[in-house]
């Protein structure tokens, strides 16, 4: 049953996704969409709770991952969420909470890291890069203050981008199994986390030429440092 549903708000997830971003930036359906897209994040975490939970017992590395991924997640949706919410109070959004959310994932990224190097597991070796990046652009930049009119943007694009990953790495990777390889393993989850990985990374590439909004978690070489009017959210 908790699995059920995990799987059914994961859907609602997916759809939310596609739907914001094919959507007209700035609209009032691109809004609703998008707040729709982060609430079943929310619960997307929430729902991770009970999957931890195993009869034969607990195994203290699946707690660690799963907690792990809900604090990436959950973070994500808030700095997703807030750099809208709070565009015309940026004083409201930058702060210490901010650096602490980042030092709290880049930490348990960095945990992570190390647990799956050790036990030769790529998948958690894969995944903290979420931690280890936005943990350290949050802890960098967290009390720096905006940079320029459009920092609101550059923080939203990084978590959509990042969020790109969350949604879409383990789908592919369920489908995989359940169509073509039965048999496959964790070195096949940790390809499809890279090749996903790559996908968000070429698309907020593109979205930085697009609104001239460069990235504040990935920068990357090309991007536009000029601001322009940019869509409503």
Do not use: N
Not at 16 to 34: E, M, N, V
Request: proline letters at 5%; a positive charge; one cysteine or more.
């Amino acid at each position: 049953m908790a699995l059920s549903v995990h799987v059914a708000v994961g859907a609602l997830a997916l759809i939310a996704f596609w739907s914001a971003l094919a959507a007209k930036k700035g609209s009032r359906l691109h809004r609703a969409i998008g707040r729709g897209f982060f609430v079943a994040m929310l619960l997307v975490v929430a729902t991770v709770g009970p999957l931890v939970v195993d009869p034969k017992g607990v195994d203290p590395g699946r707690v660690v991952q799963m907690a792990y991924l809900s604090a990436c997640v959950g973070t994500v949706v808030f700095v997703g969420w807030s750099s809208v919410r709070l565009r015309r109070a940026p004083e409201r959004f930058y702060g210490l909470h901010l650096r602490g959310l980042g030092a709290l994932v880049a930490g348990l990224g960095a945990i992570v890291l190390v647990a799956g190097l050790t036990t030769s597991d790529p998948v958690p070796a894969v995944l903290s890069w979420v931690g280890l990046l936005y943990g350290a652009a949050l802890v960098r930049l967290g009390g720096a203050g905006p940079r320029s009119g459009t920092w609101w943007l550059g923080w939203h694009l990084d978590a959509v981008c990042g969020l790109l990953t969350a949604v879409h790495g383990t789908l592919l990777y369920v489908l995989w199994r359940g169509a073509v390889d039965p048999l496959a393993g964790r070195a096949t989850a940790a390809a499809f986390h890279v090749a996903v990985l790559v996908v968000a990374v070429a698309l907020r590439h593109h979205l930085a030429r697009r609104y001239r909004a460069p990235s504040l978690v990935f920068p990357l070489r090309g991007t536009a440092r000029q601001d322009r009017p940019s869509p409503g959210a």
